[in-house]
């Protein structure tokens, strides 16, 4: 009779066990700052499908130090969800040749970092415009 | 052992299945050089402590992949991790995580021998040739489509530091899929509609969250992580290309 007997691990708290996958866990609980993020913008676009009194309400409702807060917090989360989204990105994508040598990986992340930050001037300067 | 001999300690998960129920941990007291590896201090403990302790290892220059163990719980070859780059703590030694163990330091590899089966880890030649013919020429650009993912020694680093193989042993994992890469672009092969059904497979590459630290750990400077993820969009391709040119299917 065989005596192998193959004892398998647990998975139990595998995420706490090594620094790597905390910091993949944060990333990844930062996505639900993006989604939450998402739900404000649709709750503000339903008030304003209610009329002007509706929007209005919503406007002085941002106004209430708690959303300020959460603001705040929403825009480091989704910060630190772009850093670590662009971080990964070479790794998720096709190889891409330019001269005849593979692009490196971290001009890939660069460039997404520095199109995001341009994006988001872009629309900041845009709204700051639209609300002079 | 001369008065200034340094020694470390060497903390090993044990774990006999003929007498004990779950592995347990024994630590050895291991006079060391500045030139020795973990694996030449496991190797001191079978030799002059307990020739009981089982693990595998071959060629001692990191090209055989038989010495991968969880060193201070990161998925390292033990040939060439040092013992001087932990002292004077003590280093902990285990099993590469996510496999059964099959005694101390040696886990079980059945499932991933099936799957690098499955694979079909060699070229299906896209057009046969006869020897008459000479052989398949290739450009520098067609061997650089695929040359990384060939350095692959099948030491299972990146499925210890996989959490969804782990989760989910039947996922094809890293290794494998790198492997699968390699030859579905490979300018000689013709056996890539056979190697998608297993990417597009509920053992495929979905079962990957873009964690990342396969790639990390690989001490051959593969990226398993970009095989897996250019195939989510192979696969995406295959499903929605399939209205348009029916081919293949999924197993």
């Keep these: 009779m065989s005596k192998r007997r193959p004892y398998v691990r647990s998975m139990d708290g595998w995420w706490r066990k090594n620094p790597f996958f905390v910091e993949y ?17 649709l709750t503000g676009l339903w008030r304003l499908s209610q009329g002007e009194a509706a929007w209005s309400a919503w406007l002085t409702a941002l106004r209430n130090p708690w959303y300020i807060g959460f603001h705040l917090v929403a825009l480091a989360a989704i910060g630190y969800h772009t850093y670590t989204w662009f971080k990964i990105m070479p790794r998720t994508m096709p190889p891409v040749i330019v001269g005849g040598q593979r692009l490196p990986g971290w001009v890939i992340t660069a460039g997404g970092l520095a199109a995001a930050a341009v994006a988001s001037l872009g629309l900041l300067a845009l709204v700051w415009g639209m609300a002079r | 052992m001369s008065e200034n001999q340094k020694v470390i300690e060497i903390e090993v998960l044990r774990y006999h299945p003929e007498k004990d129920n779950e592995p347990y941990q024994q630590v050895f007291e291991v006079p060391f050089t500045d030139d020795m590896s973990v694996l030449q201090g496991v190797q001191y403990i079978k030799d002059y402590l307990d020739g009981s302790l089982s693990f595998r290892w071959s060629c001692r220059m990191a090209i055989c992949g038989s010495c991968g163990m969880m060193i201070n719980g990161i998925p390292s070859l033990s040939c060439q991790t040092f013992l001087r780059d932990y002292y004077p703590a003590r280093v902990r030694v ?42 398949y020429l290739q450009t520098p650009e067609q061997l650089g489509a695929y040359e990384q993912f060939s350095s692959c020694i099948n030491c299972l680093l990146c499925y210890a530091a996989c959490p969804q193989f782990g989760l989910n042993p039947s996922f094809i994992g890293p290794a494998a899929t790198a492997l699968l890469h390699r030859y579905n672009v490979d300018s000689r092969d013709g056996g890539k509609a056979e190697r998608m059904e297993l990417i597009n497979s509920e053992q495929g590459v979905f079962n990957c969250t873009a964690v990342g630290y396969c790639s990390e750990v690989c001490p051959k400077g593969v990226d398993p992580a970009n095989a897996v993820n250019q195939n989510k969009t192979n696969s995406a391709a295959d499903y929605f290309l399939r209205f348009l040119a029916p081919k293949g299917g999924a197993k």
């Design chain 1, 25 to 41: 866990m944060i990333h990844e609980g930062t996505a639900l700052f993006v989604a939450a993020y998402a739900g404000v913008l």
């Design chain 2, 94 to 135: 285990e099993a590469l995580a996510h496999f059964p163990i099959e005694r101390d330091l040696v886990i079980g590899l059945e499932g991933f021998i099936e799957k690098l089966e499955s694979i079909q880890p060699y070229i299906i030649p896209k057009e046969a040739r006869t020897l008459a013919q000479g052989e």
